[in-house]
């Protein structure tokens, strides 16, 4: 299955992701785990990528696309992957149609995560990341086992610079302003399906699968 996960910042889309990238058996894309990736290690992708990020913009378009495209290009995206976090402009998504039209393949769904703002500042205050394998937490909704510590790997968990009050209202705006079109773009192709993402986060996952058909 070929899927986007659209939705605001901390709707809960990298989260989901992993859940349903196991279910499904393909990879899960995450266009800000890339550049997370290439800021820890120093990158010139990664300083420039930086300066976006932390004050709650974009990356420019043909720097994202770019990453996207060699990245759909690689054998394990050949049955299917899910987008998380792209394509979050009109430009980008008109490259990724493109992109797929190369490849004589179809985009299945785009799928909307739908949680207002005021639970998102909630959930991104409370958010915890392992910086040594990327699994994600939350203080309060899904705490680790061990205060601090990651389940897998037991690195000492830490907060996103970006996930900071000032910078996640910058997020907020930048969404509204520049990803929530996406919603139109993809209902007018027929491929927009809507899942309400306030419950927690097991009945979020059950109403996914629900809607994407799978059992
Ligand atoms: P990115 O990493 O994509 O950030 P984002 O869209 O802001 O989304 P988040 O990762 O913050 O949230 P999420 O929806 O994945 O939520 P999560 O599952 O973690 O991008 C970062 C930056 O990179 C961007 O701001 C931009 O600058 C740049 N960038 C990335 N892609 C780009 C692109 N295509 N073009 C240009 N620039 C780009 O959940 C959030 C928290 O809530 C967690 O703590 C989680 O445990 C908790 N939680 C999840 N679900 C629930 C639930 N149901 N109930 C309670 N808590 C929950
Ligand atoms: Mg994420
Ligand atoms: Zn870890």
């Keep these: 299955m070929r899927l986007v996960l659209l939705g605001a910042p901390g709707a809960g889309k990298g989260t989901q992701a992993v859940n349903l990238s196991q279910k499904l058996k393909v990879p899960h894309i995450s266009t800000g785990d890339i ?3 290439n800021i820890r290690n120093g990158t010139p992708l990664g300083k420039m990528a930086k300066e976006y ?5 974009l990356v420019p378009d043909e720097v994202t ?15 299917g992957f899910i987008l998380d ?10 490259s990724l149609d493109s992109v797929l039209l190369d490849m004589g393949v179809n985009l299945d769904y785009a799928v909307d995560i739908f949680v207002p703002d ?30 601090g510590a990651c389940n897998g790997c037991g690195a000492a968990l830490i907060q996103r610079d970006d996930d900071r009050e000032a910078t996640v209202l910058n997020r907020l705006e930048t969404y509204h ?27 979020t996952t059950v109403k996914l699968l629900k809607v994407l058909g799978i059992k």
């Design 85 to 94: 976090g792209f394509p979050r402009t009109i430009p980008q998504a008109e």
């Design 118 to 147: 005021t639970e998102i500042i909630r959930r991104l205050s409370g958010r915890r990341v392992c910086p040594a394998c990327g699994m994600t937490y939350h203080i309060h909704f899904e705490p680790p086992e061990k205060d």
């Design 177 to 203: 302003r520049q990803t929530e079109p996406l919603i139109g773009y993809y209902k007018a192709k027929g491929r927009l399906l809507v899942v309400d993402g306030q419950g927690k986060i097991d009945e």
């Design 53 to 57: 990020i932390d004050k709650g913009g």
């Design 65 to 79: 696309i770019g990453i996207v495209k060699d990245r759909l290009a690689q054998k394990d995206c050949s049955n």
């Design 35 to 37: 550049f997370r990736y």
